[in-house]
């Protein structure tokens, strides 16, 4: 008999060691567990935190009387009673003014609702309550509102509606919208994207396909891979540097005959923004080269394909999904960025929308970050409706890269 | 690349070396391989059969580091001459691989991929079912031509990778271990197969499976590694298969053949 079978425990003593690791190995899972518990209560936390704020009481009053302008119900009024009520009321310069904007003829019941009340009625907000309280201990305010407001109304509302969706900046909470902001950001990482996108995968295909494994290559290999941790303020030094003033004739737009520009254009933030994501378009390609098997290369090579032929014919299609599942990765990660955006000089005050490469601009989380940091909290509530806006937007870009994934994942 | 029609052999090595950096995998090999024949490379693993195989279209230069010294004469030309591309190298010489590997297209486009990067002017669907029946698959797949060639068998597609092989018109196939990774059945229509191109084409053959080269190959390389312990694989006999298996001049070919090895 081999003299080590004596080593090994045997009977009470095998179950015993046997009971020590199962023990082991149950902390080990309990432990694990509790990882995975921490991860999703504090994503849960962050949820509950912007839910809490984008929905509860307000309390307000109208500084003008809806009576004083007309004798119906304001909700009752259609299109023309509603255009009387601005015509008769406005001063000309002011009507002539939104005249110019869009002809009030044109504009639909809903937009003229908006210009009675934040125009003649005006709103004054005078609290917000939080989601839960307002759930939890809705007497209790409807009271304290009651006491404190005798004139005001109280209503539960939801800060994010289609009309905060579409209306564009305003200095009065209760009328501003993220519709600029949302053009902003997608102009943004329009531009970005188309930059970033042929540049990153051009780069990819060389390191993969062609460079040689020499000391040079190897070098500009972890370089790139040094500057996907860049942080992204670094990167609004670079594009403040070169895209706003190096490069100012050319995204300002003066080279191209716009003139009431500086280089703050929404063409030098998708730049800023592509050079920022390139790193990580190029990283996210070459994975996707890689994962292309080498089978398939000498295939191509066995029946006298170039190299280039094998590419465009084989690699390249084959690491399509995986290249553009990376870019909208990159792109996601673009859309929340907000400190190069400071640095760029995104504008926080804007109710035009973006109409060009060489607008000024605005972009989701600067409205957010600028909203946050105003006093009142009606602003509060609304950034937290701006935050629910750019999360369904990530959220929504990272399952088109999922559903991408899935649908072209190729078995060689 | 000239046609000088060299009368007996498709293609001659001369003191061939192939090294990757400074390590010579393959040393000193001298053979002449015959027109219209298949020759089968035999050895044990690590011994360089595959090495050389690949040196015969210049697949070994995607190894980086790899290099050859010696010749290799096709229709009397230098393949490693300066003055030659691989590219038409291996438009010349044609390979089909231990893996079936089609391309993840259909049936149809896998045959005329290959066809139209080189330019090929002739009718295509003329093109598709000659090397289809080429390759003993035609009737099998006449119907299901725009199907993906990942539905086939392996069988299939390893025949598939000949036909897409031959719809190019080389002059020699080289084939590293064509059949194993396919069941006994398919391996033996590949066989059946070979014995058909042999017609039209030169075969060369990789192969770690003694009794298929046995029943396939007129002729047989005996690759071995060197005695000095250098680790370097060169080929110890090559003649007539028969004689290999029945008469071979060298030791450890018959300690080989007969597995006696090791």
């Known amino acids: 008999m081999n003299p080590n079978r004596g080593h090994y425990p045997e009977g009470e003593a095998l179950h015993r060691s046997l009971n020590g690791r199962y023990r082991s190995a149950s902390i080990w899972q309990a432990l694990f567990f509790s990882a995975l518990v921490v991860a999703i209560l504090s994503l849960a936390a962050l949820l509950y935190n912007v839910m809490d704020g984008a929905f509860g009481y307000v309390a307000f009053e109208y500084k003008n009387d809806p009576s004083e302008f007309t004798a119906k119900p304001l909700d009752d009024l259609n299109k023309q009673e509603l255009l009387d009520i601005l015509t008769a009321n406005l001063s000309s310069g002011a009507f002539k003014k939104l005249e110019n904007d869009k002809a009030m003829e044109k504009r639909s019941r809903p937009d003229l609702y908006t210009l009675v009340l934040e125009r003649l009625i005006q709103i004054d907000t005078k609290q917000t309550w939080s989601m839960t309280d307002s759930i939890l201990h809705s007497k209790d305010i409807k009271a304290e509102a009651a006491a404190k407001y005798p004139k005001a109304k109280l209503e539960f509302r939801s800060w994010l509606t289609p009309v905060f969706l579409t209306t564009p900046m305003s200095s009065k909470a209760e009328f501003a919208g993220v519709r600029t902001a949302i053009l902003g950001s997608l102009w943004m990482v329009g531009i970005a994207i188309l930059f970033a996108l042929p540049i990153g995968t051009g780069a990819a295909v060389y390191l993969q396909e062609y460079a040689n494994k020499n000391f040079i290559n190897r070098v500009i290999q972890t370089n790139i891979n040094n500057l996907a941790g860049v942080p992204s303020i670094v990167y609004g030094m670079l594009g403040l540097a070169i895209f706003v003033r190096a490069l100012e004739p050319l995204t300002s737009g003066s080279l191209f005959g716009v003139t009431d520009a500086n280089g703050r254009t929404i063409l030098s933030a998708g730049l800023t923004m592509g050079t920022l994501v390139l790193p990580l378009i190029i990283i996210n390609a070459q994975e996707a080269i890689k994962a292309v098997p080498d089978s398939l290369r000498q295939a191509a090579f066995g029946v006298g394909a170039t190299r280039w032929q094998t590419v465009w014919h084989h690699v390249l299609p084959n690491a399509l999904p995986g290249i553009l599942t990376g870019s909208i990765l990159a792109v996601s990660r673009a859309i929340g960025e907000t400190a190069p955006l400071i640095v760029v000089g995104a504008s926080t005050f804007i109710s035009i929308d973006p109409d060009g490469p060489f607008s000024k601009f605005t972009a989701l989380p600067i409205q957010i970050y600028q909203w946050t940091t105003r006093a009142q909290s009606e602003f509060h509530a609304i950034a937290a409706g701006a935050i629910i806006v750019l999360l369904v937007l990530l959220l929504t870009l990272n399952a088109t890269a999922i559903l991408l994934r899935n649908r072209f994942q190729k078995k060689y | ?262």
């Open chain 2, 1 to 262: 690349m000239q046609n000088i029609q060299s009368p007996e052999y498709a293609i001659e090595t001369k003191n061939l070396f192939i090294f990757y950096g400074s390590f010579a995998a393959v040393s000193e090999v001298n053979m002449k391989i015959e027109k219209q024949k298949i020759t089968a490379i035999i050895g044990p693993s690590g011994c360089g059969k595959s090495t050389l195989l690949r040196a015969f279209n210049r697949m070994n230069d995607f190894v980086p580091s790899s290099y050859v010294t010696g010749e290799i004469l096709l229709h009397g030309q230098n393949l490693y001459g300066k003055d030659i591309d691989p590219v038409e190298v291996r438009r010349k010489i044609g390979m089909v691989f231990q893996k079936p590997n089609p391309f993840p297209k259909s049936i149809y486009e896998n045959i005329t991929w290959g066809a139209r990067i080189n330019g090929f002017k002739g009718n295509m669907d003329e093109l598709v079912e000659q090397s289809l029946r080429g390759a003993a698959l035609w009737d099998e797949v006449k119907d299901k031509l725009r199907k993906s060639a990942y539905e086939l068998s392996g069988g299939q597609q390893q025949r598939l990778c000949i036909a897409r092989t031959i719809a190019i018109q080389p002059d020699i196939i080289l084939m590293d271990e064509p059949a194993s990774a396919l069941d006994p059945i398919s391996t033996l229509r590949i066989e059946e197969l070979m014995q058909e191109l042999k017609k039209n084409y030169t075969i060369i053959i990789v192969t770690h499976n003694m009794q298929q080269a046995a029943r396939v190959s007129d002729y047989t390389a005996m690759m071995m590694l060197e005695k000095d312990g250098s680790r370097s694989g060169t080929v110890i006999e090559f003649s007539e298969t028969k004689r290999i298996f029945t008469n071979p001049k060298d030791k450890r070919t018959e300690d080989y053949v007969t597995g006696r090895f090791g």
